[in-house]
């Protein structure tokens, strides 16, 4: 079954820490281009972070600096490590892979992420 599993969101205090993971399976994951997106209320979804199969890094300006991806290919899974979160971080962070060679375009069912005091 190919489908992508996030986990690890909750609530946190501002300025607190929180590690998302995205775990994949039935697919090819090592060759798969990997990110995470982010959707606020009244928001569009946005870039957050991504890592390609090659581990070439991209980060939104917004979150650079805090966030750091990275992802264990044994382990099929991506990583969003979250420090020094803000209230404006508070969205529906969802996970997503893409392979352009197979056209394939996966997304997660989302977590959420609160960030409030």
């Known amino acids: 079954q190919v489908q992508l599993v996030e986990s690890g969101g909750g609530l946190v205090q501002p300025g607190g820490s929180l590690t998302l993971s995205c775990t994949a399976s039935g697919i090819q994951f090592p060759r798969y281009d990997m990110g995470w997106y982010r959707q606020a209320p009244g928001n569009q979804r946005e870039l957050v972070a991504q890592?390609?199969?090659?581990?070439?890094?991209e980060t939104a300006d917004s979150v650079k600096g805090r966030f750091t991806i990275f992802r264990n290919n044994a382990r099929m899974t991506v990583y969003l490590q979250m420090n020094n979160l803000r209230p404006e971080d508070t969205a529906v962070y969802y996970c997503?892979?893409?392979?352009?060679?197979?056209?394939?375009?996966?997304w997660g069912q989302g977590t959420q992420v609160t960030v409030s005091s």
């Open positions: 997503n892979g893409v392979r352009r060679l197979l056209n394939a375009n996966l």
């Open positions: 890592i390609t199969a090659g581990s070439s890094v």
